[in-house]
């Protein structure tokens, strides 16, 4: 199977700046998209930013033009920059991928989820 390690996380000032990673491993894999998504508290876990192995990406309207999805599909890595957070921006982030994996016997389709990172901002 795989799995999904997310990093990066941590306090900030409004206004500062952030930088989650997320690695995938476990496998013999060949992904296709990766995304990010959060969830506040008291709120449904929602897309942040996408990017498909072609490399285009899709942003929510609240973080457009202030986050940056990109990747490393040699490293089987995913990365969220993040400038210019706020405080709505707080939430626990997790890394999501879907594609395809080898068990040892054939190439099968997954997707897997991360652990999620806490990102909180504020003064």
């Known amino acids: 199977q795989v799995q999904l390690v997310e990093s990066g996380g941590g306090l900030v000032q409004p206004g500062g700046s952030l930088r989650l990673s997320c690695v995938a491993s476990?496998?013999?894999?060949?992904?296709?998209?990766m995304g990010w998504y959060r969830q506040a508290p008291g709120k449904q876990r929602e897309l942040v930013a996408a990017?498909?192995?072609?490399?285009?990406?899709n942003y929510a309207d609240s973080v457009r033009d202030r986050f940056t999805v990109s990747r490393d599909s040699a490293k089987n890595t995913a990365y969220l920059q993040m400038d210019s957070l706020k405080p709505e921006d707080t939430a626990v982030y997790y890394c999501?991928?879907?594609?395809?994996?080898?068990?040892?016997?054939?190439?099968?389709?997954?997707?897997?989820w991360g652990q999620g990172t806490q990102v909180t901002v504020s003064s």
């Open positions: 999501n991928t879907d594609g395809n994996y080898y068990n040892g016997y054939a190439w099968r389709r997954f997707d897997s």
């Open positions: 476990g496998s013999i894999i060949d992904i296709n998209a």
């Open positions: 990017i498909s192995s072609g490399g285009s990406t």
